[in-house]
């Protein structure tokens, strides 16, 4: 399903369908990040990306958990935004001899895809709050909490270690 067809007439669908993506988006983060553990140099770096990985499997059961307050069955759509963050990543670690620098790439990739998450979160939030689901929007908010608190590590990471030992 496209983002604009005929299958999205109300906000309701569209709140349905946005949820519908971020939990393929999380699915599809718990396969890349062990990929991403893998290939970190820095000890720090390793293991943000475990225990982002910990909490992403966590978000995905919060996200099962909306789906079932919302009364339907929690089912994934393809998300290009998030697959093409993913293949980019690959892409790019791949091209990366440079273990620093392979660092500093890995880093800015993951805060492409927890900014893609917050943008998600915080517009699922909002339309959850305007369908008169404060519940839904409640827990949805542990998601957002959780991401831009990893954004904020990782920019903290970068700023004191990552950036300046790629330099």
């Known amino acids: 399903m496209g983002l604009f067809t005929k299958d999205i007439k109300t906000l309701d669908d569209l709140f ?13 983060i ?4 062990p990929k991403m ?3 970190a140099t820095n000890p720090e770096l390793k293991q943000g990306f475990e225990t982002h ?10 996200l099962e958990q909306v789906f079932q307050m ?9 998300s290009p935004p998030i697959n093409g963050i993913i293949e980019e990543a690959n892409e ?24 893609y998450e917050i943008t998600r ?6 339309w959850a709050k305007r369908l008169g689901r404060d519940d ?5 908010q542990q998601n957002l909490d959780e991401e831009k608190a990893t954004d904020e590590k990782l920019s903290s990471l970068a700023g004191s270690q990552i950036n300046q030992r790629a330099a």
Do not use: F, M
């Open 16 to 28: 349905v369908h946005t949820l519908q993506d971020i939990y393929y988006a999380e699915n599809q």
């Open 30 to 33: 718990t396969k890349a990040l």
């Open 37 to 39: 553990i893998d290939k």
């Open 53 to 62: 990985l910990g909490e992403t499997q966590n978000q995905i059961q919060r």
């Open 70 to 78: 919302h009364g339907h069955s929690p089912k994934a759509v393809t």
């Open 92 to 115: 790019l670690a791949g091209d990366v001899a440079d273990k620093e620098v392979l660092d500093a790439a890995l880093l800015a990739s993951a805060q492409a895809v927890e900014h």
């Open 121 to 126: 979160y915080g517009t699922l939030i909002a």
């Open 136 to 140: 839904c929007a409640a827990v949805l």
